[in-house]
């Protein structure tokens, strides 16, 4: 291994990559890939695919997430490694002339970014930290995004993006990547503590106190849902095989609830793990709507497609593994039964004809129920978006909630299919109530809001609101069918 390439020549901190000239993507694979080449020729063809006309090779690295592996393991090993990595940033515009000039500044525009994927000096597996944006046609479906900054030669860049690693196969496997996909996601979308591959590896044994940490020989279910909790991101696990779920729960309804709430979701199965960051609603041949689900995995790329996951190639999937913020104690299945339940008792207890037909049209399946889990800050500002009237959004606003809650929308299923406006009623539930005392603390249907007093126990209506038109859906996944 050449320790010179990975410092870069003198007075050269990067070098300008034409993706336009025949051969540029295969010359990338043959620097980087040789051992390994599939998922960086994923990362590369995407990047490609996206628009990408340059690359930029940023020389002598410093990356946390490698560094950490080096000082864990490969400063250990009897091959060397080198300690600094190359940094790939892609852009979907031709190379500018200022950059083949070193005396003036590097100049890039800030909507040309398509992200970065960092190279390990390691063979067997080179793709480290990547962020880089999803596929055009998947954008909007993709729900667990967040915002990716770099600074390439003194400019600060930006793409929003599913992060994504791949496994080292030695401190880590793909049950580490997972987990270090769903912590740094957390820790860029929700300010959460920045764990590195050494922090997810010491997670295992300190748990559980058996077994090597490294090389790893992979983790079991429990390993993977303690160390979750170790690292600060307790897990929910819904077992799917035998009798794990509950009547009327499947794989789609149990992982689409998080995914609309942008928390990624930990798929364990056919001997492998990887993480689910969004899906797409689409119309198969016969007619019939269907569920794609699109996952990070490390073993082969990101924005992958799964179309039937019964049919998948890791099937069957055994476990679903949810990490979510330490204070969300209720899981989302719970709280959607109790805002279903509040939502049909009180139209049917008003006694208006109205409501009453709304119920029928429940009862028809025409009006679907949505759950999401939003912080109360976010919920509250983003009331008047959402097309919500101003008396109803400041009594909204004025109300004490939780720092998580529940969202659980009774939505118009033909005018969520076309991705419109849709929400007609809402219950809106604590994420840290108590299991065997559950309480709405505020719902809405046409014309009243309610909401409950829990220091007093006891319930306020507003009535005489006005009657909003459907509002929009507070899910972070585009509902439209394609």
């Known amino acids: 291994m050449d320790f010179h390439e990975w410092s870069g020549e003198p007075g050269k901190p990067g070098l300008v990559i034409d993706l336009r000239r025949a051969g540029a993507l295969d010359s990338l694979i043959d620097r980087y890939a040789k051992a390994q080449p599939a998922v960086l020729r994923q990362v590369l063809t995407q990047a490609y695919n996206l628009g990408g006309q340059m690359a930029v090779i940023e020389y002598r690295y410093l990356d946390a997430d490698y560094r950490n592996e080096h000082s864990r393991f490969y400063s250990g090993t009897f091959r060397r490694y080198p300690s600094v990595a190359h940094r ?24 040309g970014y398509l992200g970065f994927s960092v190279m390990r000096p390691v063979a067997g597996g080179p793709v480290g930290r990547t962020m880089l944006k999803p596929p055009a046609s998947l954008e909007t479906f993709v729900s667990c ?90 897990s929910l696990l819904y077992r799917l095989r035998g009798s794990g779920l509950l009547p009327g729960e499947t794989v789609y309804s149990l992982a689409c609830r998080y ?85 049909r008792s009180t139209l049917l207890g008003t006694g208006l004809e109205e409501d009453a037909q709304l119920v029928a049209r429940i009862d028809r399946d025409e009006v679907r129920f949505r759950t999401t889990l939003i912080s109360s800050n976010e919920f509250k500002t983003g009331l008047t978006g959402r097309g919500m009237d101003e008396a109803t959004a400041t009594i909204y606003q004025r109300m004490g909630m939780s720092r998580w809650i529940w969202v659980v929308e009774a939505t118009d299923a033909h005018e969520r299919d076309l991705g419109n406006d849709c929400t007609l009623a809402e219950a809106v539930i604590d994420a840290t109530d108590h299991s065997r005392d559950l309480h709405v603390l505020a719902w809405r249907i046409p014309k009243t809001l309610y909401q409950w007093l829990p220091d007093q126990d006891s319930y306020l209506a507003y009535r005489k609101l006005s009657h909003l038109p459907m509002l929009r859906c507070l899910s972070r996944v585009n509902q439209k069918v394609v």
């Open 259 to 343: 995914l609309n709430s942008g928390m990624p979701v930990i798929v364990g199965g056919g001997g492998h793990a990887f993480t689910l960051v969004g899906y797409q609603q689409y119309f198969a041949p016969d007619g019939s709507k269907r569920i794609r689900f699109i996952r990070q995995d490390d073993e082969v790329g990101p924005y992958q497609l799964v179309d039937n996951a019964a049919l998948d190639y890791y099937s069957p999937w055994e476990v679903l593994i949810v990490p979510l913020p330490q204070k969300v104690y209720l899981s989302a299945e719970k709280a959607e039964a109790l805002g279903i339940s509040r939502i």
């Open 145 to 234: 995004r967040a915002k990716g900054t770099a600074n390439l030669f003194g400019i600060d860049l930006t793409a929003e993006a599913a992060p994504f690693i791949a496994q080292d196969a030695q401190l880590s496997v793909c049950a580490h990547a997972t987990l270090w996909v769903v912590a740094y996601y957390h820790h860029l979308k929700f300010q959460s503590p920045r764990l590195l591959p050494g922090d997810i590896a010491d997670a295992v044994p300190s748990a559980l106190g058996f077994g090597r940490p490294m090389p790893s020989p992979g983790l079991t279910v429990n390993q993977l849902t303690e160390a979750s909790r170790v690292v600060g991101l307790p």
């Open 88 to 111: 790939l940033h892609f852009f979907d515009v031709a190379p500018p002339i200022e950059l083949q000039d070193p005396e003036k500044p590097a100049k890039f525009g800030p909507d």
